[in-house]
């Protein structure tokens, strides 16, 4: 026991916030095994999370686009002799690579966002291994990047493409992609928890108020969220991002 809980102390706090998600769902529905997925961005992207993750949790995360893949092994190895078993077979094309490579054919995958159906073009490569993320099978996907125009009949610009890594490449492409856009939603609240109503404003020292204060202005700011939800047409004000 000492051990066990020796080793939960090194684990990061993005890993234990995994941990303590997935087994809250388990106490609300105990018949009921559901996988838990997390959506994260670049920064959490990384070898420590990744070799963290809990049982049943799948991480969706960006992944730099010269990132080192590699083939699985095939899986009848030839012996090698002494030593460990072959992990990680040729290296693969990088994401950008991908991207370019005419031979691996755009995908349309249908997504929810601003209201509308969105058929969004994908590429993706599906078992692939990165060091980071161990010795286990993940999925590959490289979304192009979308055209946009400043103001009407300016010039056509386009966004950077975005390059996702999938831990279980059980996981539909397509529900894959709309999980990672409707993460987008998530920074959007940060953004208006901060700026609208004032989470991290507040002047207090005594740790109980530290800890408190935010948690009750996170709070508020989702009961009226969940009002504008309810009045639906009724409500005079335009209805939350």
Known sequence: MAAGGQKAQHQPPSAQRAASLGRSMDEDEPERSRPLHVLVDNRFTNKTVLKNLPERTVLIGRLRKDAKLFHPPPCA???????????????????????????????AAPVHAAGMVHNMRVKTVSPLRWRANGPRDARLIVIAPLGYRLRK?????????????VTAPSVPLAQAVQEYVWSWGIEVNFRDQKQLVGVGQAQVRHPASVETVPALAVAACAFLLLAGLRLGSACLLPRPK
């Open 77 to 107: 190895q030839e012996p090698r002799g002494k030593g460990r078993k072959l992990q990680y077979w040729p290296p693969a094309p990088t994401p950008e690579q991908i991207r370019q490579d005419d031979s691996i054919p755009w995908q």
């Open 153 to 165: 009949g300016s010039k056509l610009l386009y966004r950077q493409p975005a390059c996702l890594i």
